[in-house]
């Protein structure tokens, strides 16, 4: 089976009968059999999904499939399928199914796209390096001792080792760009309000946006234009018609602003420093503009968007109660028993620190210290944003400080392992779309990850820089 790195490619060959949509499936769930130590699905749908491909075969042959036919999609485990679990890799859900589809999973559908498995992920989509998990780490395809990043780690490494040729992740402050980093693959946040969040398993929902994993900037753009669009169920969303998105083309001059801080700062890796600056003179020998920005605001950014997440989160997990549905404790014998066992038990360390961090800054006492001062500082980081984007056609920056980190590494020290958001959490505070585009490797073979973020909606300047900057590194 070819190794399909565009859905163009698998179209071309589906319509002239090179391969079947259930030649495809088969491969797919071949290497998720083979990639098993990984970990990076937690269910695999296997029967289904053959049925599906056999279905969508005969759509193919009579002229009628969809843009998506014979695309096999993996599904991080926040996203509501009707009649499949869902959990947020969370114990507090085990066993749980979905009555109904998340918009962004119909949309797909509608498009005859093959869902294959739910992937593991960071439990509640909390963490940078998917050690959070109930059901255990997922690991990095290229050396299996490190982390694949969080939260959307499962799907990263479900693209990155073949499992599947696209995947869905949710990014709240680089849960999709920094995986695609560590993987070696794209990964998009779109603007906020572009993509319905409705049948997301929220953990922030002002930060959260469901994005796609790809292997190629052009699948990125194509996945984004079915998925976007209004949705009467997502009050957040700007409420215009879908975007379309013509064939991502680098254009012929453009104007970056890179952050010296993400370049110099303290806690750079050498390589990625040297990947950076390679890349800037490679664009300024081609006459591109690079401009440079101070962004005193960066130390400022972490904890801003963790005082304003966690309080968030605080408020949309209380729905998990042991009540309704998910797990409720054995050994509850009254309402409040039920409430602080099934809590208790349900959730995992990273998800209770983060509850308690944010009922401790929504508190009466500590409103006005933290999270009313954190609104402010985020409103700043928005205006300083648009700012330095009112002079550039995008920023220019490395995904991550460092390459993909030696599982628990870091697990033992939250303050680092929330840092390893310092460079993608400024989209997601101001709302702007990011993508992470593979940067080349470290001398030891680990990928490293090139961002780029534009103004609020422009997706299409973010795909053609992105295609530049692609072929720049060539």
Request: aromatic residues 8%; negative net charge; charged residues 20%.
């Amino acid at each position: 089976m070819e190794h399909y790195s565009r859905i163009s490619a698998i179209r071309e060959d589906l319509n002239s009968g090179r391969v079947t949509c259930a030649a495809l499936v088969d491969y797919y769930l071949k290497n998720i059999a083979d990639n098993q130590h990984l970990n990076a699905f937690l269910e695999v749908w296997s029967d289904e999904a053959k049925a599906r491909a056999i279905e969508i075969d005969g759509k193919v042959k009579a002229g009628t499939a969809g843009r998506l036919a014979g695309i096999v999609i993996a599904l991080k485990d926040v996203l509501s399928f009707r009649g499949h679990k869902v959990s947020s890799s969370s114990k507090i859900l085990q066993g749980f199914e979905s009555i109904y589809s998340a918009t962004v999973v119909q949309r797909l559908l509608d498009e005859d796209a093959i869902f294959i498995g739910r992937t593991n992920c960071d439990e509640f989509a909390m963490g940078a390096s998917n050690e959070n998990s109930a059901y255990g780490p997922v690991l990095n395809a290229v050396d299996p001792t490190r982390v694949p990043g969080g939260s959307s780690g499962g799907s990263a490494v479900a693209v990155q080792a073949n499992m599947a040729h696209a995947a869905l992740g949710s990014d709240t402050g680089g849960s999709i760009r920094q995986p695609a980093a560590f993987t070696g693959i794209v990964g998009l946040k779109p603007t906020y309000g572009l993509i319905s969040r409705w049948g997301l398993l929220a953990y922030a929902s002002s930060f959260d946006q469901i994005g796609p994993m790809t292997k190629s900037i052009e699948d990125s753009a194509l996945l984004t234009e079915i998925m976007a669009g209004p949705d009467g169920q997502d009050a957040s969303m700007f409420q215009q018609p879908a975007p379309h998105f013509t064939a991502p083309k680098a254009p012929a001059k453009a104007k970056f602003a890179v952050m010296r801080e993400a370049i110099d700062g303290e806690g750079i890796d050498p390589e990625v420093k040297s990947m950076m600056t390679g890349l800037i003179a490679k664009l300024e020998a081609a006459g591109h503009e690079v401009s440079y920005f101070d962004f005193p605001l960066l130390d400022h950014m972490v904890p801003v968007y963790y005082v304003i997440t966690t309080a968030e989160a605080s408020s949309n997990l209380s729905r998990y109660s042991g009540m309704m549905y998910g797990k409720r404790s054995e050994n509850a014998h009254d309402l409040e028993s039920t409430y602080v066992l099934s809590r208790t038990e349900g959730f995992g360390e990273e998800v209770k620190r983060r509850i308690m961090l944010g009922t401790f800054v929504l508190s009466s006492d500590q409103y006005d210290a933290y999270y009313e001062k954190a609104q402010k500082v985020r409103q700043i980081i928005r205006t300083e944003t648009e700012k330095i984007l009112a002079n550039a056609d995008a920023i220019l920056l490395p995904t991550t400080s460092t390459p993909a980190f030696k599982l628990g590494e870091k697990a033992a020290n939250p303050v680092a392992m929330y840092m390893a958001d310092l460079l993608t959490v400024q989209a997601n505070l101001a709302g702007n779309p990011a993508i992470s585009i593979p940067g080349g490797k470290t001398l030891a073979g680990l990928p490293m990850g090139v961002q780029l973020m534009t103004g609020i909606l422009e997706e299409q300047a973010l795909f053609d820089l992105s295609k530049l900057v692609e072929e720049t590194l060539g």
